[in-house]
């Protein structure tokens, strides 16, 4: 039977659209189909991620957060990707063209790009040279040519010449011709896909610095005549060499091959016009017609298919960049919202400047401001003893245990100020403990700036918010950064270069899984907190907060329902997530669901508990076997989390709150000599290796080749944001503000003498155009230089006295300014 583009469209029924989705996505996840569907069937239900991955296990199959998330974003692009079939579907038949064979073609797309290859011949676009040969009526003498190759062109053409319809010579009615045939070798979607991927694993992207950028774009050095096959360029490297073309500095091209080898360029070249010879069945065979038709599939391959792909494969590497890219923010981002708390203890926030002073402010356990204050300990002021005593005062008036020190301009030396009122504190009181710790104020500005800060410290002075942002990050990380956008918090790569929506909904839902992972407190959490909750959002947050004002502190979760707005379905995705401790129902200081309030009490009662004794844990129902409370609502995954919740309810599954050291007398960039052996915190993990704050104000980079003595696939594997390491220093470069760093202890330090392969993570001796460890520092400023607080600052004397040197702690706090103070952010 022939194919014809006449017979009636059917289209797939949404049944037949759904059950193909989740089919695909069980394919990719290695999971059921019936997982699946009944996850999205919650998700379209109005139902969160955290909701699902704790409290419907048994009706996903025990799906975790992580393949959730997975699950929702391939949903999103799958039914982007049908609604878009259709779309085409219905067009190509409206034109009357759509034959079976297309059809299934159509069908079996996987991807767009796969979708919009078939489509582009039907697309409507702006009339071209192709379409207007074939209205001069030049389509047959193509036809004639390839039909027929031993035939004379010229000759062939004559009987084509025809000046009404636009065609007064033979030359005119070839390059007709000729346009037909490039555009048609452009159309073959099948032999486009196959050269895409040809040209993705076999061709080369290179790049060389613009006349007279050498100067201005030193940032890029290691990019100035660079060559790599697209398919191995790792994506931090791929956003340095787009942000370099976006800045001026670099040109890129997509060739065959390596352009700086001219005879394998040109090899390479002629093997991909000869397949697309090959594709219109055109052969060098010494006929008449073949040197015009060669000629003519060298100009298809090289004017029209190589262009497109070039477009099309910068797409492709800027999106596979863009995902790892999202992959690394978000994992830095969960990273630096579960760090260690430092607990309920009254804190000093010291948000450091030089002219403008230090800005002061002293939270209570609770986060309640209870002082603030400004003092002009350094230049031009120099009022150091009077800034000392004024924080002595602070200190002894409100207890103060924990000292926060803001890492921002003036740090260093206001370090040293905190050290003698540490000092001071001990002298007049030896047991007393105090902990002086420098964290990072890495979006303190945007916070107080905010309309959020206007609402929580009302008639404060904006730059005194930043000290109180400062103190409450130290003393619980993840209720006062969900108060800031958290594009600002700096743990990104290249982040401006990102698509906005998508980073911005990936870094939302790792929010939104930590703040679930925790837990709220329901009545001391603020509206920026509750807002993160599963179920409740901005709105109903300030409706909790309303409530919790003019009525007082929740005694029961049921209370919620009394909530303007809050309705049953915003209780049930919300209130697993909310604790209350101290009222009237002990199980609401945990996280079990009120659905499944019977149920911990049926087992509360099997070890002779109730209850009123849970508030310390009940050890005892570790004995109980779970599958003996598994009944027609709650699945044995279900029981098992009430029994480990039982036995140590509302657990905070953050680490335990450390500190690293700075070692004495190691102050900037010039104190560091190679083969030192310092502790630090891992204040960001990219692509390419972790940056770590080591305390001369300019993180160092340990290259993921120098992370372990087997091969690193990924530095999340190894270290993450606020983690206390031991490195040793390899080398230093002042004048480019590089420190190379190893986690090997065991390492030489002198480095002159060998590179790292950046794509084999070993030792290896410099391949034209590879990047090195030096390399991956110069990928990370491709946002532009960190500055470097304190670090020309001249050392301030004034009424300072002299004063032993002691270290200097910093918080393990994952809160380091990290690509900022690396230079991948602004």
């Known amino acids: 039977m022939t194919d014809t583009g006449n017979a009636p469209l059917t289209l797939p029924t949404a049944a037949a659209l759904a059950e193909r989705i989740s089919a695909g996505i069980a394919a990719e996840l290695g999971v059921r189909p019936a997982q699946v569907r009944a996850a999205i069937g919650l998700m379209d239900d109005g139902a969160s991620v955290p909701f699902i991955a704790r409290y419907r296990k048994e009706v996903t199959g025990t799906l975790d957060d992580t393949q959730l998330r997975d699950l929702e974003e391939r949903l999103r692009y799958l039914r982007e990707l049908e609604a878009r079939r259709l779309t085409v579907l219905e067009t190509i038949h409206g034109l009357g063209k759509l034959t079976p064979a297309l059809r299934r073609t159509i069908d079996a797309a996987a991807t767009k790009s796969e979708l919009e290859d078939l489509y582009l011949p039907y697309k409507s676009t702006r009339k071209t040279k192709a379409d207007a040969a074939r209205e001069a009526g030049l389509e047959p003498l193509l036809d004639a040519l390839?039909?027929?190759?031993?035939?004379?062109?010229?000759?062939?053409?004559?009987?084509?010449?025809?000046?009404?319809?636009?065609?007064?010579?033979?030359?005119?009615?070839?390059a007709g011709a000729r346009a037909i045939l490039i555009e048609r070798a452009g159309q073959d979607a099948a032999l486009v896909g196959e050269l895409r991927e040809r040209l993705w694993k076999t061709g080369r992207l290179r790049s060389t610095v613009k006349t007279g950028k050498d100067a201005a774009g030193e940032k890029f050095k290691d990019y100035f005549d660079f060559s790599q096959p697209p398919h191995t360029l790792p994506s931090h490297r791929v956003l340095a060499l787009l942000r370099g073309e976006k800045d001026g500095v670099l040109g890129l091209d997509l060739a065959e091959a390596d352009t700086r080898d001219a005879d394998a360029a040109a090899l390479a070249r002629s093997r991909y016009e000869n397949a697309v010879a090959h594709s219109l069945g055109i052969a060098e065979s010494g006929r008449a017609a073949d040197s015009w038709l060669m000629t003519s599939a060298r100009l298809a391959w090289r004017t029209r298919i190589l262009t497109r792909l070039s477009v099309d494969l910068r797409v492709r590497l800027f999106q596979s960049a863009e995902e790892e890219s999202v992959r690394v923010f978000a994992a830095n981002l969960r990273d630096v919202l579960l760090a260690a708390p430092a607990g309920n203890r009254a804190t000093l926030g010291l948000d450091p400047g030089l002219r403008t002073g230090v800005k002061v402010a002293v939270v209570d356990g609770t986060g309640k401001v209870a002082a603030t204050e400004t003092i002009y300990p350094h230049a031009p002021a120099r009022k150091w003893n009077e800034s000392l005593a004024t924080l002595v005062a602070l200190a002894n008036k409100h207890g103060v245990e924990l000292i926060a020190i803001g890492n921002g301009t003036a740090s260093r030396e206001t370090d040293k100020l905190a050290a003698e009122l540490v000092a001071e504190l001990k002298r007049t009181?030896?047991?007393?403990?105090?902990?002086?710790?420098?964290?990072?104020?890495?979006?303190?500005?945007?916070?107080?700036?905010?309309?959020?800060?206007?609402?929580?410290?009302?008639?404060?002075?904006?730059?005194?918010?930043?000290?109180?942002?400062?103190?409450?990050?130290?003393?619980?990380?993840?209720?006062?950064?969900?108060?800031i956008d958290p594009k600002s918090i700096g743990v990104g790569q290249y982040q401006h270069d990102l698509t906005p929506a998508k980073l911005e909904r990936s870094l939302d839902a790792v929010v939104e899984d930590c703040v679930n992972a925790v837990g709220v407190d329901l009545n001391t959490a603020s509206p920026a907190l509750?807002?993160?909750?599963?179920?409740?959002?901005?709105?109903?947050?300030?409706?909790?907060?309303?409530?919790?004002?003019?009525?007082?502190?929740?005694?029961?979760?049921?209370?919620?329902?009394?909530?303007?707005?809050?309705?049953?379905?915003?209780?049930?995705?919300?209130?697993?997530?909310?604790?209350?401790?101290?009222?009237?129902?002990?199980?609401?200081?945990?996280?079990?669901?009120?659905?499944?309030?019977?149920?911990?009490?049926?087992?509360?009662?099997?070890?002779?508990?109730?209850?009123?004794?849970?508030?310390?844990?009940?050890?005892?129902?570790?004995?109980?076997?779970?599958?003996?409370?598994?009944?027609?609502?709650?699945?044995l995954p279900t029981v098992a989390d009430i029994v480990t919740e039982l036995q140590k309810p509302g657990r905070d599954p953050r680490p335990r709150f450390e500190t690293a050291t700075f070692t004495d007398g190691i102050?900037?960039?010039?104190?560091?000599?190679?083969?030192?052996?310092?502790?630090?915190?891992?204040?960001?993990?990219?692509?390419?290796?972790?940056?770590?704050?080591?305390?001369?104000?300019?993180?160092?980079?340990?290259?993921?080749?120098?992370?372990?003595?087997?091969?690193?696939?990924?530095?999340?594997?190894?270290?993450?944001?606020?983690?206390?390491?031991?490195?040793?220093?390899?080398e230093v470069e002042p004048e480019r503000k590089r420190i190379s760093l190893t986690l090997r202890l065991d390492d030489a330090a002198d480095t002159s003498s060998r590179k790292f392969d950046a794509d084999s993570r070993t030792p290896a001796a410099r391949t034209p155009g590879r990047p090195t460890p030096k390399q991956g520092a110069a990928e990370s400023r491709g946002a532009g230089q960190r500055r470097t607080p304190g670090q020309d600052s001249a050392r301030q004397g004034g009424d300072r006295p002299a004063r032993p040197a002691t270290p200097q702690p910093t918080a393990n706090t994952a809160m380091a300014e990290a690509l900022r103070r690396a230079g991948l952010g602004k």
Do not use: W
């Open 146 to 174: 390839l039909a027929d190759p031993s035939r004379f062109p010229s000759v062939e053409a004559d009987t084509f010449v025809d000046a009404a319809r636009g065609v007064p010579s033979a030359d005119d009615a070839l």
């Open 429 to 483: 009181a030896p047991d007393r403990q105090v902990i002086k710790l420098v964290v990072s104020e890495a979006g303190a500005s945007v916070y107080s700036a905010s309309a959020l800060a206007s609402a929580e410290l009302p008639g404060m002075d904006v730059s005194l918010r930043g000290a109180v942002s400062i103190a409450r990050r130290l003393q619980d990380p993840l209720a006062e950064l969900v108060k």
């Open 530 to 635: 509750l807002a993160r909750v599963a179920g409740v959002g901005p709105l109903l947050s300030e409706n909790i907060v309303a409530h919790r004002n003019e009525h007082g502190p929740f005694n029961k979760r049921r209370e919620l329902l009394k909530v303007a707005r809050l309705g049953p379905k915003a209780f049930e995705q919300c209130a697993g997530f909310l604790r209350i401790t101290g009222g009237a129902e002990p199980l609401d200081a945990s996280s079990v669901h009120p659905e499944a309030y019977g149920v911990a009490r049926k087992i509360l009662a099997t070890v002779g508990a109730t209850s009123a004794e849970i508030s310390a844990g009940v050890g005892a129902v570790s004995s109980v076997n779970p599958a003996d409370f598994v009944d027609g609502t709650f699945g």
């Open 667 to 730: 102050e900037k960039i010039t104190d560091l000599r190679p083969g030192m052996i310092l502790e630090g915190t891992v204040s960001n993990v990219a692509a390419f290796g972790a940056f770590v704050d080591i305390g001369v104000h300019q993180d160092g980079l340990v290259h993921v080749s120098a992370m372990s003595n087997s091969f690193v696939s990924d530095p999340h594997t190894v270290v993450k944001s606020g983690q206390v390491v031991r490195v040793k220093v390899l």
